[in-house]
């Protein structure tokens, strides 16, 4: 028997992207019974510290402790994160098989092109796997065999919601999720990447000193925490206009 469908999927390029971007959110949809799950493209082979190995184990620490209920990490090439058709299936596989009701992606702007380029290539693996004759036309020839025979027997899906995580591009959020009790076990997610963020000489000028991590995480969930009237936050963004039943019942304070 399948298992039953992911309630929400977070979808990134590099394992600790989601504990950076969401965690906190995830973490909220678990504690209220959700079942969650995190999609990573890449093995994060070229990270400036640690290796592809340790990352995974590491990776499993972090999902224990966000209390996800499903986690994989797909072989695309780290720092390759491209918005291709091969790369599109093996998303839309994925999406057919969770059968997620919201995906979190990472904002379509930022520095990295691995993140940027992840926005548009989930959004698209997204509409792809709603298709229903999706993997029986010539254009999937050149698929690996086991991600088109899964992706054939498996029937068409869409999510409902795709939300985009903003943390690391300024831009005003459309909303922002309080993740004021759920915030140090994000903390602790993060830090589950011993190796990424312990005190090291490579990539010391990339990454902030171990002592410094809990202030800046800190200072940016308080920021947009700021917001939403409340004390730690992540911002997301929505392309759709919002809909409202209850003028009484809209959240957060003008006055």
């Known amino acids: 028997m399948s298992a039953p469908s992911l309630d929400v999927l977070a979808i990134a390029a590099h394992r600790d992207d989601v504990e950076q971007t969401c965690g906190g959110t995830l973490l909220k949809m ?23 190995e340790s990352r995974a184990s590491e990776a499993v620490d972090a999902a224990r402790i966000l209390q996800v209920a499903w986690r994989e990490a797909l ?14 299936i093996k998303i839309a596989r994925i999406i057919r098989e ?11 702007k930022g520095r990295h ?6 926005a548009t290539l989930g959004y698209e693996a997204c509409f792809l796997a709603g298709l229903s004759r999706l993997g029986q036309t010539p254009a999937t020839h ?11 027997g498996l029937p068409p899906h869409r999510p409902f919601k795709i939300v ?27 830090f589950a990447y011993k190796e990424q963020y312990a005190d090291q000489a490579a990539g010391s000028k990339d990454f902030p000193a171990h002592a410094e991590i809990r202030e800046r995480v800190a200072s940016m969930a308080h920021f947009y925490g700021m917001m939403a009237g409340v004390k730690y ?3 997301f963004f929505q392309k759709e206009v919002g809909l409202v039943d209850d003028l009484r019942l809209v959240p957060v304070q003008t006055i």
């Open 142 to 152: 050149d698929i690996d065999p086991f991600t088109l025979r899964v992706l054939c």
């Open 75 to 88: 072989d695309i090439p780290d720092g390759r994160v491209e918005n291709n058709y091969a790369n599109r």
């Open 113 to 118: 092109p691995d993140h940027y380029t992840c």
């Open 30 to 52: 678990a504690a209220q019974g959700a079942r969650t799950g995190i999609l990573d493209l890449t093995q994060g082979e070229l990270g400036s510290r640690g290796s592809a």
């Open 164 to 190: 985009y995580a903003t943390l690391y591009y300024d831009v005003r959020p459309t909303f922002v999720v309080d993740i004021t009790a759920e915030f140090e076990s994000k903390l602790e997610s993060i």
């Open 98 to 108: 969770q059968r997620p009701r919201v995906v979190i992606l990472p904002y379509w």
């Open 233 to 235: 936050g992540e911002p």
